[in-house]
């Protein structure tokens, strides 16, 4: 999974691409487990593109997404945020809840 800039992200916006952002912080207990969860993620769902970013980073983008917490996924169709995950519950709810969002 590729590490995203706050610069790559906002590209990612703005070619109206398609996909999902992985934020986390790497001191956060509960981003590593949804870490996991997303890149069996990623291997369920090979065509999708699927990046990850460091919030600590980046404080004026989330601000500007409404980040409230991490771990939170962020699923983008056409360049626009369509939906903000923050509870991961489980691999299947996220690859059923991803694929509802992206048909």
Known sequence: MKELSEGEIRGFLEEKLTG???????????????????????QLQPTIRLAKANLNYMPKLAEALEVQSVP????????????????????????????????
């Open 20 to 42: 999902l952002i992985y934020l986390y912080t790497p001191m956060c207990g509960t981003c590593q487990v949804a870490g996991r969860m997303v890149e069996i993620l990623e």
């Open 72 to 103: 939170c996924l962020l699923v983008i169709k056409e360049g626009k945020l369509i939906e903000t995950i923050f509870a991961f519950h489980s691999v299947p709810y996220l690859h059923d809840k991803v694929n509802t969002i992206l048909s």
